[in-house]
């Protein structure tokens, strides 16, 4: 099923939610509690033997929750989803749920640092190995695919470089071996990419970006087929125990109402400093998918309804103190990691390496990602103006 914005109106505003059992309360109730109680042996016994459809510990399934996974597995079109305390927790999750001993992963390259953690330092001490590939050439990225190859981990667009890969090419090769395809499609939420459309099998996003979308809890989803996520809720989920908490459920429900007035906004405000960075000539080039001079152009609008929210730009700077003086110099935009909130946000590359090391023939140490939120495109283009001037002529 496509969703168009009736059934996307339908599923925010109405879906799983039953007024009548809370008092008919508009905002659905923060059911804190640890456990549940029975009236009779036998209704405990039911309980038991469908744990995943019954309220008995909230280590498991929570009715507040509950009213969240719903809405995101249908906006996903999937069969079921699992909400987590954060997005990194579901990526765990999902990924340890496909993998034994011997088996090898294919992952896009520099996929999430804690992805990348993941891999290289819990799943390497289990004997799962992992090969990292440039996504953006399908026929070369597929060409690492080994026999024992149990997992292929996509992220589409890359938070920081913003490569893509091609969903519908990698899911039908995927399918046709048997290999699990799972992707973080944290960047375009899936109101602007829906992967499971294109037959990924497991997608993954960080609610804590544009679902809570106010800085203010954190969250991870994963949505795919109920037998996927029957598999992963009777076994990484109860055991790790990294289940989301009723009262950021709530948190996620609340931001969930205003996500596609939210998305809109912020995807035209991309739009306008866009077209501000190009004009400005410290910017020396500029990372966006829908940007005609991003290299994978064609595919990005295929399969990506808007791109919006994160960018990167390479500034041009002889010195460290030049990149420094430019993010100290903003006002507005604020210095931090995360994005997804109302408050636009910029990260440079160099901040991650040692000052010594920097050297402007290097592109990426003259990197700079930025993230637009809600306020007003032009205030933010300002705040950029201001603080370009500020360095001088480079
Ligand atoms: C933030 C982020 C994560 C991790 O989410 P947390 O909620 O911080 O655990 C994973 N993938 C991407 C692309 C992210 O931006």
Not at 58 to 64: H, K, L, Y
Not at 275 to 285: D, G, I, R, T
Not at 325 to 336: H, I, P, S, V, Y
Request: glycine fraction near 6%.
């Amino acid at each position: 099923m496509k969703t168009n914005n009736e059934d996307l109106s339908y599923i925010i505003n109405h879906l799983g939610e039953d007024h009548a059992t809370y008092f008919n309360a508009i905002a659905p109730p923060i059911i804190q509690t640890s456990n549940f109680c029975f009236e009779t042996v036998e209704n405990m016994r039911t309980a038991f033997k469908d744990e995943m459809a019954s309220y008995i510990y909230s280590r498991g399934i929570n009715p507040t929750v509950d009213i969240l996974r719903k809405k995101l597995a249908a906006l996903d079109s999937a069969e079921d989803a699992l909400v987590f305390n954060c997005g990194a927790a579901a990526v765990f999750a999902g990924v340890l749920a496909n993998v034994k001993a011997g088996d090898h992963i294919l992952s896009v390259h520099h996929p999430y640092s804690w992805s990348t953690h993941t891999f290289d330092k819990i799943l390497s001490r289990f004997g799962i190995s992992v090969t990292y590939a440039d996504g953006s050439d399908t026929e070369k990225f597929l060409s690492h695919v080994q026999d024992n190859t149990s997992l292929i981990f996509l992220e589409s667009p890359n938070s920081w470089f913003l490569d893509i890969q091609d969903l519908s090419a990698i899911g039908t090769f995927a399918k046709k071996r048997g290999i699990v395809t799972m992707i973080d499609n944290t960047y375009c939420t899936p109101l602007y990419q829906r992967p499971i459309e294109h037959g990924i099998d497991l997608v993954m996003q960080t609610a804590t970006k544009y679902i809570g979308g106010h800085s203010d809890t954190l969250g991870g989803v994963l949505t795919g087929s109920h037998a996927m996520m029957e598999k992963i809720f009777k076994s990484e989920y109860l055991a790790i125990g990294s289940g989301i908490q009723p009262m950021n459920a709530w948190l996620l429900l609340r931001g969930l109402r205003t996500l596609p007035a939210r998305i809109d906004r912020i995807a035209d405000s991309t739009q306008k400093v866009l077209a501000y960075l190009h004009n400005e000539n410290k910017v020396e080039s500029i990372i966006f998918p829908h940007d005609p001079s991003f290299p994978q152009y064609d595919l990005a609008k295929q399969q990506m309804k808007r791109a919006f929210g994160l960018l990167s730009f390479y500034i041009k700077a002889q010195k460290v103190e030049e990149i420094e003086k430019f993010c100290n110099g903003l006002k507005t935009f604020r210095m931090a990691v995360s994005w997804g909130g109302h408050e636009s946000l910029v990260i440079p590359k160099c901040s991650g390496m040692e000052k010594s090391a920097f050297d402007p023939k290097e592109p990426a140490h003259r990197l700079i990602r930025m993230y637009i939120g809600l306020e007003d495109a032009d205030f933010l283009i300002q705040d950029l103006a201001q603080a370009f001037n500020g360095v001088g002529s480079l």
